[in-house]
């Protein structure tokens, strides 16, 4: 997924990309890769609409697809539409280096150096991969707390049954004691 910095005018032109599971999995499935979300269904769609502002290039579009997620409370798999929009501003990098290393290396190799909040950066030579850009749009659209519906009612914490499809006898408060078992002995010692 790259852009051709030649190729960019002041009128905008629409480009799409297919984000397949395969290819999150080769770019974000290595270990300590907090980029990658739980899973894509099936292919994702990346609009971008590409636009030249003086010296800027200008990115705005969406990501659209679905994700196969685990409820945060009840566990349940479930597949949740998502669709994340984003406007990137690129400047012309120039003799500018970024200061993380991390940041410095994407700049020399992708030509493409994301600040912080991934709305604005710098682009250098002929050609902006977007592909870690892509990574992190998709991990924005990752919840944080992903719940398989609003009202989810999660898991009994003593017994672990799903408390959307059945229910138990436990009571929600703790026991008063340990020894609370021992009460109808105690009791029938009395009689
Ligand atoms: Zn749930
Ligand atoms: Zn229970």
Redesign the pocket.
Known sequence: MKILVDRVTATPEAMSFSVSPQWLAQHFGGAGQAAAPEGLTEDARFDVRVQRIGADILLEGELSGSLDLA??????R?RAPIRERFRLVLEPAGDRVPADPEGAAALAHEGLYLADEIESGWFRGPEIHLDRFVGEILALAVPVQP???ED???LCPRCGIDR?VASCGCSEERPASPFAVLAPLRDADRK
């Open positions: 409820c945060s409370r009840c566990l349940t479930y719940l398989c519906r989810c009612r999660g959307n």
